[in-house]
């Protein structure tokens, strides 16, 4: 299966599993990609922000690669943002080679003009080649690179191997309707959009035209219920569902401390052995992790599976 | 009542009223206040970032404060975060001499080492003179800068007006704590604790140590309620009633659009005539509206203040 | 005197002198206005960044451009950047009623994308009436805020008022010659350029295109001689008393430190009675002010203007 | 020569050779080395921020430290600036045991607080290891990180192998003047304080206390004999040299595009073949590059080193 406009549903953005002392601990690779599939999500994104990759050195990134594809038949998405394209074009020749089906790109901070945004991806694209299909990943709150829909239509219409918005502006309902405009309107190609965000406003996202989530949020199982009740028109169930893990998605999506939250909670579903971050890492605190459990414990009376004991 | 370090409860951060035009609404600064007041709120926080208040000229600004004093017995904070201490001081001054309670000040964005913002607020402090209590506001999502609580405690220590953190880091529960360890060891005095970030962790924030809300939640009769509820130990439910609401909430507190929906929430609850901000300001598309409307029927099945008709 | 497209020579960006309480030095006024007069400059520009602006309350603001004004038939030019449009106008507005030619405006450094940018000069032109001419400022390295030569095209095709640019970004030789490379194939309607950053490139920007320079060198009149012997094509004549007061004048443009070292010497040279910033200020420490007058020592040699005494 | 609190004279920062279309240029590389030595700097930073560092994959970059310290005896320092610690340690030690003398690391832009920077270099010096000399490099102006002397202090303080500081903050003369007065309170161990920023303020550093020049100006030979002549007292004769470089070498220190003109001007003296860059790069316009053969035309009239033909 291709990575292209058309793709749809939840391809989940995998942390990377680590041992207490730092190395990549591969029996949770495996584990966490079985998870996953369990879950049905329709793919897998990994090496994001969310999954530390700036801290693995090129050796690391390219075994990870080959340690997930290997394990599974969905298709797997890469991150090859790197500061420069040098270590970009060898991660992202080496992971299609490995036999992933895309790769994920994200702008550098210090970019400022829409001339300078554009004309980094032309260049990126240029440099991976034309032949990869790339994601390009809009996330101004951590990125600090703002695009606007007219930016991310030039992109798109500049770079044809450009298939996928991973649409994580905040806010950024409005922006979703303004490309879905731009397609109606004929002014740009048809793209898929998945949003991120840690999922927080996936109940409207799909309403305003999304193509379903890119995220790591730890229950990928809801995500996927949300997206098929909002695609088969359900939307009070969308909501329903949604709403119940609200407390407890908003407290995973705290900026800094969101991966120890996510971890943790992974960690408890069997997903990971261990919730440790490679240096520099976040940590709960004792009372974070009784708030999580606490989080958990409402929510496994409206959905079973935040059922996870002690 | 003195504002100081015993302050509790919920000081509603108040936005300011405009007519479509632009010009300011007088009638409905009157009707908001007297619906702030119906909503069992402790006091008002006014020209505060929600408020608009860099849009207002010099003049405007006191004329609000006076209006609102004027208008209410509840305790008034004034926010006079100005570019420099002159404009600072002179708003300050008049504010305290028409009746407020204490001034409110955010850092300038430009500020980056610990002793540069250290050496702000006694500089600010000096400016408005000692005998002003004031608060101080730590967000950095929007001010973009970084207070560590060992920052904080120096601030709170080598200005003994300081009475009050209007606490908005994000995530910021772990920071709560180690202000109130600073207290618990002895090496910080006590300072009340006000939460903003529009409430979105109102109900950990309480536990934490936290004295209440100072945010501008188009529900401040919920945010009431919450403090009240965790004041006296009903932790269960405090969370359902927040957890009713944090649907709406969490759409409510999007950066650069929340604005707008909260003063077309706070309109449709006839605290003010219309929902138009100055220039340059957000505007809820028709989607948008709908959206939100669609949230409040949803509340409104678990918390009836929610009803508001089409 | 009306301040155009055509307006060329030498606008001294004009420091605002406080005694050492921090109060306005008004005799201090009157003597600057002389010494900028005596410098043969061909107008000023007051209340910029380097004149300390923000730490003036409204009042002050327009007490110092009524007391220029008073005092010079040359030209003033008017700083009304500000937090939000309602005391931009306010100023804008009574500072054109006093006197003044022209209002200069600098972009809030939230600005990112080339749309908000452009859709915020069009509110400013708006906010102040489109019957005052304006200086459009790009200085990206205090501002953080990065215009492209088509963001400052589109600014200008959109605001007739917008008469002249102030050019300090850095590198910034291609950016004038790009833009009157669009006023040569038609597609921008001419402005006059007017250069800053200390005077540091001056001696290049006149052959590029521009009109002169607006900046605040203590030495103006070294500046009004460059701009003249440029003009007349006197290349290296222009460039050998520019490199002369390189060494000092690149000493001055020193971010932070500048204005203090600029001060001192504008003191020593008689044009205003005292140094002082208000605070936040930097200060001279004894090293520096030794190195300065080594500096002026070197230069006199080849210029005796620069001859000041111990 | 061990690197450290001794080290003393020109560490020059040197360009990475790139032929046309991008490729490494390994004979200039040579050449480059050769050039250098011949300058009679007393050793050589690759690497670094102007090396284009980031543009290099893993391979590539270790690839060049062999080459580098395989042409030359003098000692060499390797920029190992990484975003994550592991390609940091893989680099660093791999440099070391390829021959380098020791490591430089620049703070990544996200650090905001000093605790955020000092636990940063604790985290990073335990990666590389203890036993690896390193430079801190302190370049607020591109790096965006403030550190202020009291951080510097505790960094040394806490991280024994921190044997140097890369200094271009800006301005920067009062931070050395106040560290080499830590050092004679005996509040910080001595370190070597190498400056940088294009020799910008090389002449009175030198009289700050700083040991030399760690910069990549096109004209080593000259940072040689101020740093020879500060050193042995000759004031006057050092400003005398300086100067003459002066409007060249700030037209070389224009950020964005001073690499490509240091780069053509080393092309000029023969050091490299090549003055091509990786995308993304900056590119002399015909206009520029008259400019600087006009400013080297000048130099050469006081220096004929400058004399390099058309």
Redesign the interface.
């Known amino acids: 299966m291709r990575i292209g406009a058309q793709t749809k549903g939840v391809y989940t953005i995998a942390p990377t599993p680590f041992q207490a002392d730092g190395r990549l601990d591969w029996a949770s690779v495996d584990s966490m990609v079985d998870f996953y599939a369990s879950c049905g999500v329709d793919g897998m994104t990994i090496l994001g922000i969310m999954g530390?990759a700036?801290?693995?050195?090129?050796t690391?990134a390219l075994d990870l690669v080959r340690r997930v594809v290997g394990r599974t038949r969905l298709p797997v998405i890469v991150g090859v943002s790197?500061?420069?394209?040098?270590?970009m074009?060898?991660l992202a020749r080496a992971s299609m080679e490995a036999g992933a089906q895309a790769v994920m790109i994200a702008p550098p901070?210090s970019l400022?003009?829409?001339?300078?945004i554009v004309?980094?991806f032309g260049?990126a694209c240029?440099?991976i080649g034309g032949d990869i299909p790339f994601v390009l990943q809009d996330y101004p709150l951590t990125l600090s690179v703002?695009?606007?829909p007219?930016?991310i239509r030039r992109i798109v219409t500049e770079n044809p191997s450009c298939v996928m918005l991973k649409h994580e502006d905040?806010?950024g309902?409005?922006k979703i309707?303004q490309l879905r405009g731009f397609q109606s309107d004929g002014s740009m190609r048809p793209i898929s959009i998945l949003c991120g965000n840690g999922g927080?406003?996936l109940?409207?996202e799909m309403?305003?035209g999304a193509d379903g989530a890119m995220t790591g949020y730890a229950f990928p199982d809801m995500l996927v219920d949300v997206v098929k009740l909002a695609a088969c028109g359900d939307r009070d169930k969308a909501?329903d569902l949604?709403?119940a893990h609200?407390?407890y998605l908003?407290?995973e999506q705290?900026?800094?401390?969101?991966l120890a939250v996510r971890k943790y909670v992974m960690m408890k579903r069997g997903a990971i052995a261990c919730d440790a971050q490679?240096?520099?890492g976040s940590v709960l605190?004792p009372?974070?992790r009784g708030?999580v459990d606490y989080l958990l414990e409402?929510l496994s009376l409206r959905d079973p599976r935040a059922r996870l004991g002690g």
């Open positions: 530390e700036p801290k693995l050195d090129a690391e790197a500061p420069g394209f040098a270590a074009r060898s901070p400022r003009t829409d001339d300078q004309g980094y260049n240029e440099a703002v695009m606007t007219q930016v905040w806010p309902l409005e309707s927080l406003f109940d409207f309403a305003r909501h949604f709403d609200l407390p908003r407290y705290q900026q800094g401390i969101g490679r240096k520099p605190s009372v974070a708030e409402r």
